[in-house]
Each structure stands twice: as C-alpha cells, then as structure tokens.
C-alpha cells in the first residue's frame, strides 16, 4: 500500500513564527503537492513539485514556499504564519501523469493563534 | 475551465436505503475520474479510478460508474460507518486534477 505520511497532525502556532510542514512518500512517485482544505472552500492547491528540487506554484501560493530536496520528502514553509493560514494541510503524492491516482496523507491541523 | 460539480452537499438516508451520489464534470480531456472518502479529520482515502465512459467499478457497497459527463457513486444498503463525506475529482487543472466540494453522507441506524 502506498503511505503518504505527514509528521505532525495537530500544530498550534503564534502568529509570527516560521512554520514547517513535512511529508514523507513511501512509493517513489515523482509528483508531490500540498492543498489546503477549508470548509465551504474545498481542497485548494498550494504548490507542487514534478520531480527533486522543481517546485510549481499551485491556486493559492501566497504566504508559502516549498522544498524538495530528496525524491520523498516534500516540505511546506510557512514563512510567518497569520491567523488566515490556519487549516488543514493535506500531502499528497502520484506517480507520472495526471491519469494516475493521487495519494493523500492524514493532513495536518494547523492552528495559528 | 475545468469544472467538478457533486450533488447533493449532503445526504441523510437511514441504514439499509440504498441512493446515488452524483458528479457532474465538465473537463476537455479527462484523464481519469476518480472517487474519495474522507472521514473527519483525516486525509481522502481512495475509493476508485474510472477511465472511459460506460466503465464500472465496485468495492462492497459502493459501485461508481461513469458516462461522458457524469460519474455516479452507487451505495446499496448502507450501514452508519459508510457516513464520510465523498469527494469526486478529475484529472484536469494545473496540478492535473480538479476537485468537487463533496457530498457529506449520513447514515442513520
């Protein structure tokens, strides 16, 4: 089985910090993506990445960055975390083309205080 | 623009009254069309892959068929843990994918 696993599930941040986000793919996909997802707004796209240390901007990138420094490990960066930032982050991960089945992790709650 | 529209936004039925989900798509090129569950607080877990119109799939009480604009998500005799909320996607967009708002399921016991 695939396993998308994102290292913290509940976050609570000030309003301020630099946060991170981790995300470890077990299946050597190549493809990578962080949505955020919001009640009433659904999943959003945030960035995603094609392959080690490409990155493309997704729907909502404003307020973030990513790395991908290692084929399975896909990072999220919350350079000074706002109180709007505040949801759940979902991980997820595909081999190749957009046909192919996409795989999510557990998400993680963020909380900015 | 690529577009996923699901109806109902949610759906109360009692255990054991069988319904359809809907998803309609309106996507140049469709590159798959895929179905989810999400329960609360946890990321979709993948349900089915659908490639071609007139394709069918099936996993226990669930059955998810396509045409060239619809998808349906069949579920037949349903118990309260099938409650989650069912998220359609399509292969489009950006990223490849396009999402629908979901359908939150409740099944009454």
């Known amino acids: 089985d695939v396993k998308v696993t994102q290292s913290s599930r509940y976050l609570v941040k000030r309003t301020g910090e630099k946060v991170f986000l981790e995300c470890v793919q077990d299946?050597?996909?190549?493809?990578m993506f962080w949505y955020r997802q919001d009640p009433g707004l659904g999943l959003r796209l945030i960035y995603f990445?094609?392959?080690?240390?490409?990155?493309e901007k997704g729907d909502i990138p404003e307020g973030y960055s990513v790395s991908r420094e290692k084929k399975e490990r896909f990072s999220l960066i919350l350079e000074s975390a706002s109180t709007n930032q505040t949801s759940m982050y979902l991980c997820?991960?595909?081999?190749?083309?957009?046909?192919?089945?996409?795989?999510f992790g557990e998400g993680s709650w963020l909380t900015v205080v | 623009e690529d577009q996923v529209t699901q109806s109902p936004e949610a759906l109360r039925l009692q255990e054991g009254e069988s319904s359809s989900l809907n998803c309609s798509y309106t996507?140049?090129?469709?590159?798959?069309l895929f179905w989810y569950r999400q329960d609360p607080g946890k990321g979709p877990e993948f349900l089915f892959t659908?490639?071609?119109a007139g394709e069918e799939k099936e996993k226990e009480r669930l059955k998810a068929t396509l045409t060239k604009k619809e998808s349906f998500l069949h579920i037949t005799a349903p118990k309260p843990e099938d409650s989650a909320t069912y998220l359609c996607?399509?292969?489009?967009?950006?990223?490849?994918?396009?999402f629908g708002k979901g359908t939150h399921l409740i099944i009454q016991p």
């Open positions: 996607v399509s292969g489009g967009g950006a990223d490849g994918l396009t």
């Open positions: 990445s094609y392959d080690v240390k490409m990155k």
């Open positions: 659908l490639y071609s």
């Open positions: 996507v140049s090129g469709l590159r798959g």
């Open positions: 997820a991960s595909r081999q190749g083309a957009s046909g192919n089945t996409i795989y």
């Open positions: 299946m050597d996909h190549e493809n």
